[in-house]
């Protein structure tokens, strides 16, 4: 499938240039509205409004791991998978340690550059200025880019450091979480919350002596879990937490363990397969619809507290706030009844 064969609808009439040529499929329109994105701001906001209707097609995939478990090696694969399945990818690449250099990010040269001359294949690394949070929005607002524009599927490389884990479980459809041999004790540090967010755990650098304990153990932390029905997180639970389909059946979504080798592009169909199996799972679950609305709710949610709070500070004097901080300080007002005070003098309230 071409990056451009699925368009949706007319464009829409008060499209900007660039817009219009985003979603035909243009790269360096694309470019630029993600360049956009980074910069965030009214601008950035106009245009996202003219994408949304276009967006929501794309299979959104995350791949996090600890800093070196071969992210980037593999995501590059996987890219050349899909390319030779005949479908256009996009790649979002975040990277808080170093900024994009042209092939640094790929790991290798080589693999960098067939991808590059790929017209099926748009690369991004996202820039790393502004605060976590504000990384995390742009990496979403990108995806939107590409989704828009037509990439069927849309790799997101995080390295999973601290929020950036859990970040990236609500951009994805798809999480698989990368793991790499270690020797001896180092088992135990397989962090408790990645089962929660992994759809697909990965034990990469399967060359490397002591994969199949990660494996054995990743599998013995699954039926733990799985013993307290834990862990898949996004899937439709009732009241007793079990997911069922319309015969009553349950259902449930344990993650597969695989192995691969990144470097020799080893397990790289396999992993591809368990995607796909993923994401029909979800479609046919309607997992899908849940986590669509989960991911607009908090978008929502976000974009409220954003917007209140910049619309709160507009009305209360700069001056006003040091002085309620020295007032709290000195203990002549608490910080909730100086809050309280602070909305209502503000006048939001009775808007
Ligand atoms: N032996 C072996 N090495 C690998 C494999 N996959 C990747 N590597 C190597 O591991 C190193 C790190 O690979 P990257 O792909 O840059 O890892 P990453 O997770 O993207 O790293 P960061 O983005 O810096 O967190 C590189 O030297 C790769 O060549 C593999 O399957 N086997
Ligand atoms: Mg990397």
Redesign the pocket.
Known sequence: MSATSRRRGPLIASGTETVTQALAGERRAIARLISLMERGGAEARQVLSQLHPHTGQAHIVGIT????????????EMAKVYRRQGQSVGIV?V?P??PFSGGA????RIRMRELATDRQVFIRSMATRGSLGGLARATADAVHVLDASGYPVILV?T?GAGQSEVDIARVAHTTIV?Q?PASGDEIQAIKAGILEIADILAV?????AGADNIVTALQAMLDLGSARSEWHHGQLLDAEGVVSDSSGEQLSWRPPVLK?????G?GVEELLAAVQTHWQYQCDTGVREYRERERANDELRRILRHDLMARLLDRIADTDLVDTVERIVAREEDPYSAAERLIAASGLEAG
């Not at 070196?68 to 995501?75: C, M, N, P």
Request: net charge negative.
């Open positions: 791991g600890a800093p070196g478990t071969g992210k980037s090696t593999l995501v590059a690449a990277d340690t170093s990010f790929l790991g290798d490389e390295v990368l790499m990469n650098k399967a060359d490397l691969t080798c990144a470097l020799r080893e």
